[in-house]
């Protein structure tokens, strides 16, 4: 894995979509998301209570990002520069070439491919880019949804927990996905 560098954030695009980064200008609906009792459901999160919350938030991400401990898109529609969800590349391990993905959504959104576009435009960048190995991602085992996702995009569960400890995974189902997929 080459040594992580992202002052050049890496903006992506797919068909329908463009990732961008983060900024405070998404305060206001990085609040609406992350306050979403729907989105919240599966995610083991206290729920944004606040602008200043997501403010916080927005400074943790930038943070995380500058440091280069890991990548937050920002989902929107081409033509449209609003948030419509988030996908991250985050716990990076590099002795692994290893890292994990995270993804979420507005409920009305859902369904509609936007995910599954977004995430394999992730893949791919983590895979050539950084030339990661395996990705994993960790996920609620009530949360049907994301597991079609994950499943449909070539992501394996790893029942075993050959990648994550059943400790760190803390009752969520593990998946992964190699970059020989």
């Known amino acids: 894995m080459p040594a992580l560098n992202f002052t050049s954030f890496p903006q992506l695009m797919t068909e329908r979509l463009l990732l961008r980064r983060l900024s405070e200008a998404d305060a206001h609906d990085i609040l609406k998301l992350r306050s979403n009792e729907q989105v919240n459901q599966f995610l083991d999160r206290p729920a944004c209570i606040d602008l200043e919350a997501a403010k916080n938030f927005i400074a943790k991400i930038e943070k995380g ?11 929107t529609l081409k033509g449209n520069d609003k948030l419509i969800g988030t996908i991250c590349l985050w716990n990076f391990e590099a ?18 491919g936007i995910m599954g576009e977004a995430l394999s435009e992730v893949l791919a960048f983590g895979f050539k880019e950084l030339k990661l190995k395996t990705i994993t991602a960790l996920t609620n085992p009530g949360n049907l949804p994301s597991i079609k996702l994950l499943q449909k ?14 400790e760190e995974a803390e009752g969520l189902l593990v998946f992964h996905i190699d970059q020989n997929r």
């Open 65 to 75: 990002i500058d440091n280069n401990e890991s990548l937050y898109w920002v989902i």
């Open 95 to 112: 002795d692994k070439m290893q890292a994990e993905v995270g993804f979420e959504l507005f409920p009305g959104l859902q369904g509609k």
């Open 153 to 166: 995009a070539g992501f394996l569960a790893d029942s075993n927990y050959t990648l994550v400890t059943k």
